[in-house]
């Protein structure tokens, strides 16, 4: 089946310590984005990519970093600058620029520092 | 920063009513999407309505549009249980210098339906 997925579902990461969290599409999407969810909050944007080898940051970049080696991958590396990383992160892709065309969700990561 | 801003944040209603939830953006838009949100669980989408339009209709959902007041409305009719979930709305944002656009969310609508 078509989807993007995430993985892991569930992630610790200790204080000064880099995670990198998965996010594989076979939608054959141009675009994909992360997004970061606290409890009860909406969710907002972190990089976004339009195009293979090319990504732009989003409202809160600081402290993550990504890459677009391939269409269908898209990780999130969360570096030890980020001073509060806790969240809920969520992967998402669309056919074309942005929000022309709807977005498909992956199940997201909920990332804990213990 | 967020684009739209839902209201109300939250809302109970008794199972069988219409769910009403508005959406108010700042900038001007090409679309407006509703999409929900299952409790931990990832986004899907419901609806995108065009600039252009000013009423959209997918099953029990129905979508307005006013881009004079640069606000929007979701309305779920007869609801049931299922329907219990986190509604946001999104708009595109386009960026000035390279002609990028990117997808920004509201804060949500908490939707609860009472059995």
């Known amino acids: 089946d078509g989807g993007i997925t995430q993985s892991p579902k569930y992630l610790f990461r200790k204080e000064g310590q880099n995670v990198t969290l998965s996010c594989e599409q076979n939608l054959n999407h141009d675009a994909m984005y992360w997004y970061r969810q606290d409890p009860g909050q909406g969710l907002r944007l972190i990089y976004y990519s339009q195009i293979v080898n090319d990504f732009q940051k989003g409202d809160i970049a600081e402290g993550y970093s990504v890459s677009r080696e391939k269409k269908e991958s898209f990780p999130l590396t969360v570096t030890s600058a980020q001073k509060n990383p806790t969240a809920f992160y969520l992967c998402a892709s669309s056919i074309g620029r942005a929000a022309l065309r709807e977005a498909f969700f992956g199940q997201g990561t909920r990332l804990t520092v213990v | 920063s967020q684009q739209g801003e839902e209201d109300p944040q939250a809302l109970s209603i008794q199972e069988g009513e219409n769910a009403t939830m508005n959406c108010s953006y700042k900038?001007?838009?090409?679309?407006l999407q509703w999409y929900r949100q299952n409790s931990g669980r990832g986004l899907v989408h419901l609806i995108l309505?065009?600039?252009?339009?000013r009423e959209k209709h997918s099953g029990r959902l129905r979508v307005t549009l006013d881009t004079s007041k640069k606000s929007s409305s979701l309305l779920i009719t007869a609801s049931r249980a299922a329907d219990t979930a986190s509604y946001f709305c999104?708009?595109?944002?386009?960026?000035?210098?390279?002609?990028?656009?990117?997808?920004?969310f509201g804060t949500g609508t908490r939707l609860t339906i009472i059995p």
């Open positions: 900038t001007s838009i090409n679309n």
């Open positions: 999104a708009t595109d944002a386009r960026q000035s210098n390279f002609g990028n656009e990117k997808l920004t």
């Open positions: 309505i065009r600039s252009n339009e």
